[in-house]
């Protein structure tokens, strides 16, 4: 069973009176516990792609399943307990909640799903351990360098014992050594946990660590590489 | 999500903009501190009341009085109510209600004697009204104002010091202890057993209904002189004429004779000081037996036969033989077609007012809890745009829509509660400083009775209504922050 199987994916947005085709019939597959790299240009939907992978959006057309998943039959609450059990997001803008300290932001998935506090805790701490931040774990992300900050945000993706994570340019707010770091801690986990991953990415340096590569152009996908 | 998680982020939510949530509470707050005061201030003063009430009126006595007729007080204000404006329609029903067909209806020995067989009454006795001009010492020149009442109207229970009353009839008395520092005494035994002067003087209304009341012909009068106004001849100087005659037929009348008289000397009653009663709201009081009360109620009619065989009077007071007996006496009246009237009934109608008087207030405290709750709505609705982002961000990690719908949702309630929590305790503070004040201030007065009293429902009642309407408050605003779609939420700049 492949981990991403998305098939003649069509997302329309009505603006005004015309229409944007963010995606336009994209067919894609990832196998079980692969790194995949998405390049494009802007606007090319690779946002999309990863909204409705991750269940943030549903599509206008086609089908999508994670895992034998099927997305698209789903109601907006399974759509969101799916992102609380399966998916791991990270974003470009790391997105953590300012006004909790490193671990509180990688407890608040678990306490999502009810998890006691000891034991998240717990699984808190190690995860922030893990991304090398073990002495960071009471700070505020004010306190934290981008890089630290998006440690962090991995930590968080990663609490929840996700089948998938959707990253959307995770380097793209970092500095070049930064961003290599945090390449390679991905990369490191997808082969330590194997854990499949989607990393969209305009570094080619980056995308080229993966084993998969796919480009988009308006909506659909143009090409796809994969390393032998 | 664990509710014990949801309350802490809740929490934690409020605590990040303090000063806004502060500010936001103001309306809850003003309005638990009114509905605390103004209801403690009710509560209290009702109590106050119903006590001092208890204090001084006999829980045995049940009054009865005639439905129909023998309200000489409404008929006789009925006599002025017209001053400057046309006569009013007699409506059936309401006949009592004018001066002209005022009939006292006296009661009668047969239904005395029905009263007195009523099972568990101890005594029955006219209604005694006394109007006193004076009381003196003797070897005093001065008089000091006072209120003459019956012994019955109070019971035993009002006696501080002394033996109390020998007899019925003697001509004895028992004195508020408030004389005491009036007159310029220490103590109480420095007036028991002198003897007083009660001047007791009679009330023109109450003279000529005692005198033998209207008679029909004086009602034809009024009649007359009401159709004449409401008819009036097509010829104004006959009119005139005719109004003239009628009116001076009504003053040569007897009843308008005998109400323009001069007002008789007062009466003057010598009584022994044989008791010192407690003093309660109204301190000028002076306690007579019933038997020389009635004496003196004689006077205030100018009439030597009221309240005998031969005139009982407007109303009688059935003594019951104790407590329990009291509803059985009352109903047994009621039955015999009078009305009854007991202490409670009484303070029935003090507690009526002071919870009319109460809702009054209370209205006007939710007039700040009308604004707080539109507070509440603008804040609420300013932090979901502001934390659209984290909405995003919390419904990307699995929350789901009623998760986010629950804590905006709390986050209203718990805004009300606390805003309830503080206003209640700052109305309660208030109370107590309110205490405070009124005890320096009127300690002579209540004593050290409570105006401000908090029943014990008020608090827990505040609560649930300033929970439920922070609740109510942030139902719209939870119900956006819910509909958010993640994507754009996540976009949000
Ligand atoms: N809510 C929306 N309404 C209208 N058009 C939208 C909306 N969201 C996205 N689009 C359009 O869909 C297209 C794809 O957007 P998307 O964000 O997926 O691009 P992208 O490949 O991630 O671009 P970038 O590299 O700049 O992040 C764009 O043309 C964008 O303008
Ligand atoms: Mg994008």
């Keep these: 069973m492949a981990a991403i199987e998305a098939e003649n994916l069509t997302r329309v947005y009505r603006v005004g009176d015309g229409e944007v085709r963010a995606l336009d019939g994209l067919s894609l597959s990832v196998p079980e516990g692969e790194l995949a790299a998405v390049m494009g240009p802007s606007g090319s939907g690779k946002s999309t792609l990863l909204a409705l992978l991750g269940g943030l959006d549903t599509a206008t057309a086609g089908r999508v399943s994670v895992h034998g998943e099927a997305l698209e039959t789903k109601s907006a609450d399974e759509l969101a307990t799916y992102r609380r059990d399966s998916v791991g997001f990270i974003f470009q803008d790391f997105f953590l909640l300012g006004h909790l300290t490193a671990e509180e932001n990688v407890e608040v998935p678990l306490k999502l799903a009810g998890m006691e506090r000891p034991e998240r805790l717990a699984r808190a701490r190690e995860l922030i351990e893990q991304v090398g931040l073990g002495h960071r774990g009471g700070h505020l992300p004010n306190q934290l360098s981008g890089g630290e900050r998006q440690r962090v945000a991995i930590a968080r993706a990663l609490s929840n014992r996700p089948k998938l994570v959707l990253a959307d340019e995770p380097t793209g707010n970092l500095d070049e050594k930064t961003g290599h770091e945090i390449a390679d801690m991905l990369v490191q986990l997808n082969a330590e946990q194997n854990i499949a991953m989607l990393l969209v990415t305009h570094n080619p340096v980056v995308a080229d660590r993966a084993q998969r590569q796919f480009r988009l152009g308006s909506g659909k996908l143009i090409e796809e590489t994969v390393k032998p | ?493």
């Excluded at chain 2, 037929?249 to 008289?261: F, P, T």
């Design chain 2, 1 to 493: 999500m664990k509710t014990r998680d949801l309350f802490h982020d809740v929490f934690l939510n409020l605590t990040r903009k303090k000063m806004r949530t502060a500010l936001t509470m103001v309306g809850v707050i003003i309005g638990a501190l009114a509905v605390v005061t103004t209801v403690s201030l009710g509560h209290g003063l009702s109590s106050f009341l119903d006590q001092q009430v208890r204090a001084v009126t006999n829980p045995l006595a049940v009054e009865a009085w005639p439905k129909k007729g023998g309200r000489p007080g409404r008929a006789a204000g009925s006599m002025f109510r017209n001053i400057g404006k046309a006569p009013q329609e007699i409506k059936k029903g309401e006949e009592d209600d004018f001066f002209g067909s005022l009939k006292i209806k006296t009661i009668d020995n047969e239904m005395v004697e029905r009263m007195r067989k009523i099972d568990g009454v101890e005594r029955v006795q006219p209604k005694v009204f006394v109007l006193a001009r004076s009381v003196q010492l003797d070897d005093d020149s001065r008089e000091f104002d006072t209120i003459v009442v019956p012994w019955i109207d109070a019971g035993a229970q009002v006696l501080s010091t002394g033996p109390g009353f020998s007899s019925i009839d003697a001509r004895e008395c028992i004195i508020s202890e408030a004389y005491l520092e009036s007159m310029g005494f220490d103590s109480p035994d420095q007036l028991m057993g002198r003897t007083v002067t009660i001047r007791v003087t009679e009330h023109p209304m109450f003279a000529l209904v005692g005198r033998g009341g209207l008679d029909s012909s004086a009602l034809e009068n009024f009649q007359n002189i009401a159709t004449l106004l409401k008819n009036p001849p097509k010829n104004r100087v006959r009119m005139v004429f005719n109004l003239f005659f009628l009116l001076r037929d009504l003053a040569n009348s007897e009843e308008l004779k005998a109400m323009a008289e001069p007002e008789g000397e007062p009466v003057e009653f010598r009584a022994k000081v044989v008791g010192i009663s407690k003093k309660g709201l109204l301190t000028n009081i002076v306690y007579v037996p019933d038997g020389f009360a009635m004496q003196m109620g004689r006077v205030l009619f100018n009439n030597e036969e009221m309240h005998t065989e031969k005139n009982w009077g407007m109303g009688m007071v059935l003594l019951a033989k104790s407590k329990a007996d009291v509803p059985r006496v009352r109903l047994a009246v009621e039955e015999m077609g009078f009305r009854a009237r007991t202490i409670e009934d009484f303070i029935g109608k003090l507690h009526d007012f002071f919870a009319t008087l109460q809702s009054i207030m209370v209205l006007f405290g939710s007039i700040a809890f009308f604004v707080a709750t539109f507070s509440i709505v603008n804040t609420l609705l300013m932090a979901v745009v502001e934390r659209k982002r984290e909405i995003g961000v919390l419904q990307a990690l699995g929350a789901t829509r009623g998760h986010i719908m629950k804590m905006f949702a709390c986050e209203a309630a718990a805004i009300g509660l606390l805003g309830g929590l503080l206003g209640g305790l700052a109305g309660w503070a208030m109370a107590q400083a309110g205490n405070a004040f009124s005890h320096y201030k009127w300690g002579h007065i209540i004593g050290s009775a409570d105006l401000f009293v908090m029943p014990g429902w008020l608090f827990p009642v505040l609560l649930v209504f300033t929970t439920l309407l922070g609740l109510v408050a942030g139902v719209y605003p939870a119900w956006r922050a819910s509909r958010l779609d993640p994507v754009a939420a996540l976009r949000y700049e």
